[in-house]
T-cell receptor, first 112, second 110 residues
């Protein structure tokens, strides 16, 4: 049972480049979410999904897109990277929002 | 304005000591989570609480909904407990919105 798998672990982008952070879970969890973690700040919710085909914005959605075509996958897209998006990104999943969460190992993204 | 405040920010303890980390929140919540983030960065969910108290091994979490306060206790602390402990609350009004504290960094010295 792999849990939540995030790729890549590290990425350096130039300003204006696009990329997709991948997140996959094999626990048949309905609820998936993306967070960013910045020094001195708590984790902040970017986008979340309560099931395939359903996504919604969190606290800091600007500059990010998501889709949920399958229960297993919840990719996060940066359309035009900016230095302000330098952060550590975590994906998490849960059976639903009433249960505990399983987190991925994180992606450290640097935008130069 | 932080919806979730944790104290202390940093804590150093001797092995064996009893440790308490506090979390206060300002919004109505349907659940509160305690998370542990290890030095390598991985995050593990420890507890989810909506009332009362939960215990898992040497860890105890309590919540007082009326006072909007939760505590995480570690009994007989050990160096392997060294980590950042994060409190998170799920908003009652925007059910899928979570607010996170900035974490308490715990170091347990042998």
């Amino acid at each position: 049972n792999a849990g939540v798998t995030q790729t890549p672990k590290f990425q350096v982008l130039k300003t204006g480049q696009s990329m997709t952070l991948q997140c996959a879970q094999d626990m048949n969890h309905e609820y998936m979410s993306w967070y960013r973690q910045d020094p001195g700040m708590g984790l902040r919710l970017i986008h979340y999904s309560v099931g395939a085909g359903i996504t919604d914005q969190g606290e800091v959605p600007n500059g990010y897109n998501v889709s949920r075509s399958t229960t297993e996958d919840f990719p996060l897209r940066l359309l035009s990277a900016a230095p302000s998006q330098t952060s550590v990104y975590f994906c998490a999943s849960s059976r639903d929002s009433n249960y505990g969460y399983t987190f991925g190992s994180g992606t450290r993204l640097t935008v130069v | 304005k932080n919806e979730v405040e944790q104290s202390p920010q940093n804590l150093t303890a001797q092995e064996g000591e009893f440790i308490t980390i506090n979390c206060s929140y300002s919004v109505g919540i349907s659940a509160l989570h305690w998370l542990q983030q290890h030095p390598g960065g991985g995050i593990v969910s420890l507890f989810m609480l909506s009332s009362g108290k939960k215990k898992h091994g040497r860890l105890i979490a309590t919540i007082n909904i009326q006072e909007k306060h939760s505590s995480l206790h570690i009994t007989a602390s050990h160096p392997r407990d060294s980590a950042v402990y994060i409190c998170a609350v799920r908003s009652l009004t925007t059910g899928n919105q979570f607010y996170f504290g900035t974490g308490t960094s715990l170091t347990v010295i042998p």
